[in-house]
């Protein structure tokens, strides 16, 4: 678990930083660097084509921790980083101009070598980001806070398709994002979603199925990678998707999606047997925090805990701008729900 909180570098700027980099009121820049073996720390930039270098630094979206932009600064504007289609064994990592214009992003040697930044490897969601020497040596790509604290800097890739979206005319593969180390070393690959009641009582959450039988509902880690977990529904024999779906309601409805295209209902169940909503809370940004709901309207929050008792945070995660963010089964997809390392955030 992190203590991402940083409200005296959020309220005092750095006096160092670029008009585009100086940080609004709940947001905290952190560098973008790869680290050897040894532990040099390299500095990880964007490159035109004329070789004119530009920062690349980590963004918390509002405030949030759990997921955070990674961003070229050039001419005082943020350019995302994404990797792009490529048939290379390895990913291509890439800024992208508003107007469609590729650039390079590349470590920094301190004897001027400029090394390949590339994703090398995927397992479930999650894509190893590398620098590359010539010697074909991988060193790490770290997020790392003004107070020392560092992040992962990783692939993220949400859908099955090739195409995972388009930014100013361009086509990407995945995301690149900043999020938590996960430290905890388990064996560990089915967790458990529970809702924690203020008093300490933990409610199972369960999906409904279609003649009022209580099903499971797990997080699965996929090759041991515990950075992002998939929320899975077991009805039937079967492993659903669980998802926030497009809706005008104050909350937003989460639910398990059948194979064709059934919905089915999520819940927290009491100890008296009650069921309780299980919803995504509006706010602004990636993350969307997912609770259960009394009937009295108090919010509980939902967890992943392994059989040997770690807990992760159970999220909505939204990763486009757009109202739809994907279809499954032909149901309309407002936002992901994963399971991701814990961050102790300001004003949650």
Same mark, same amino acid.
């Given at each position: 678990?992190?203590?991402?909180?940083?409200? $005296?570098?959020?309220?005092?700027? @750095?006096?160092?930083? *670029?008009?585009?980099?100086?940080? =609004?009121?709940?947001?905290? %820049?952190?560098?973008?660097?790869?680290?050897?073996?040894?532990? $040099?720390?390299? &500095?990880?930039?964007?490159?035109? #084509?004329?070789? @004119?270098?530009?920062?690349?630094?980590?963004?918390?979206?509002?405030?949030?921790?759990?997921?955070?932009?990674?961003?070229?600064?050039k001419d005082g504007k943020k350019l995302p980083v994404k990797m792009l289609l490529s048939h290379d064994a390895n990913i291509p990592v890439k800024a992208i101009g508003e107007d469609g *214009?590729?650039?390079? %992003?590349? =470590?920094?040697?301190? &004897?001027?070598?400029?090394?390949?930044?590339? +994703?090398?490897?995927?397992?479930?969601?999650?894509?190893? !980001? #590398?620098?590359?020497t010539p010697s074909k040596e991988y060193f790490g790509i770290k997020a790392i806070s003004p107070e020392g604290h560092l992040y992962d800097v990783k692939g993220i890739k949400m859908l099955k398709d090739s195409i995972e979206g388009q930014i100013n005319g361009v086509n990407f593969y995945a995301h690149i994002k900043g999020i938590p180390q996960v430290f905890t070393a388990t064996e560990d690959t089915i967790w458990h979603i529970k809702a924690i009641h203020p008093n300490g009582k933990i409610l199972d959450v369960k999906a409904i199925g279609k003649d009022g039988s209580l099903n499971n509902v797990k997080a699965i880690a996929k090759g041991q990678d515990m950075h992002m977990m998939d929320i899975k529904a077991f009805i039937g024999g079967k492993?659903?998707?669980? #998802?926030?779906?497009?809706?005008?309601?104050?909350?937003?409805?989460?639910?398990?999606?059948?194979?064709?295209?059934?919905?089915?209902?999520?819940?927290? %169940?009491?100890?008296?047997?009650?069921?309780?909503? !299980?919803? +995504?809370?509006?706010?602004p940004g990636n993350i969307l925090q997912l609770k259960a709901i009394s009937k009295e309207g108090d919010l509980y929050?939902?967890?992943?805990?392994?059989?040997?008792?770690?807990?992760?945070?159970? $999220?909505?995660? #939204?990763?486009?701008?757009?109202? !739809?963010?994907?279809?499954?089964?032909?149901?309309?997809?407002y936002a992901h729900i994963k399971a991701i390392p814990m961050v102790m955030e300001c004003g949650l």
């Open positions: 678990m992190i203590n991402a909180c940083d409200k $005296k570098q959020a309220e005092t700027p @750095n006096k160092d930083a *670029t008009a585009a980099e100086k940080p =609004a009121a709940d947001e905290t %820049i952190w560098h973008v660097k790869a680290i050897s073996p040894e532990g $040099k720390i390299l &500095d990880v930039k964007a490159l035109d #084509k004329d070789g @004119n270098i530009f920062d690349v630094k980590a963004f918390p979206r509002n405030g949030d921790y759990h997921l955070m932009d990674i961003k070229a600064i *214009t590729i650039y390079d %992003i590349k =470590a920094l040697t301190a &004897d001027g070598a400029k090394l390949d930044v590339k +994703g090398v490897g995927q397992v479930g969601n999650i894509i190893q !980001v #590398k620098a590359i492993i659903l998707p669980v #998802k926030m779906l497009v809706s005008d309601d104050e909350h937003i409805p989460v639910k398990a999606i059948g194979e064709d295209g059934t919905i089915y209902d999520i819940k927290a %169940i009491t100890p008296e047997g009650d069921r309780l909503d !299980v919803k +995504g809370i509006r706010n929050g939902v967890k992943a805990i392994s059989p040997s008792g770690n807990l992760m945070d159970v $999220k909505g995660i #939204k990763m486009v701008d757009d109202k !739809v963010e994907m279809k499954v089964n032909g149901v309309d997809v």
